[in-house]
């Protein structure tokens, strides 16, 4: 049974940081590119980040490249996104999610949802 589970939200003063983790389970994560996106309220899911299981190629939008990090140390089952320099705007539901047939920040293309978690950043 896949899962993904996320944890790591909360609420954040502007400029600060938080990580996120993202935990896998019932796959082989080294088949797998694992993403992570986020969705504010009234906005479509947007993907910021996503790193290839085989050879840990990491992916970002234009929107927090420089000031967020993927990285799934040890080649473990857990992934992670280092969130430095936040924003308001940053501020949304993010989830992880994983795909075994590509890899990049198009959210039709993962088939593996985690439930998401809660990122409020104030200003």
């Known amino acids: 049974q896949v899962q993904l589970v996320e944890s790591g939200g909360g609420l954040v003063q502007s400029g600060g940081s938080l990580r996120l983790s993202c935990v896998v389970s019932g796959f082989t994560v080294r088949y797998y590119a694992v993403g992570w996106f986020r969705q504010a309220p009234g906005k479509e899911r947007e993907g910021v980040s996503c790193i290839s299981g085989s050879d840990g190629r990491e992916y970002y939008s234009d929107s927090v490249s420089g000031r967020f990090s993927v990285s799934r140390p040890n080649r473990g089952n857990t992934i992670y996104l280092q969130m430095n320099g936040l924003k308001p705007e940053d501020t949304a539901v993010y989830y992880c999610?994983?795909?075994?047939?590509?890899?990049?920040?198009?959210?039709?293309?993962?088939?593996?949802w985690g439930q998401g978690t809660q990122v409020t950043v104030s200003s």
């Open positions: 999610a994983a795909t075994d047939r590509y890899e990049g920040l198009k959210a039709d293309m993962y088939d593996y």
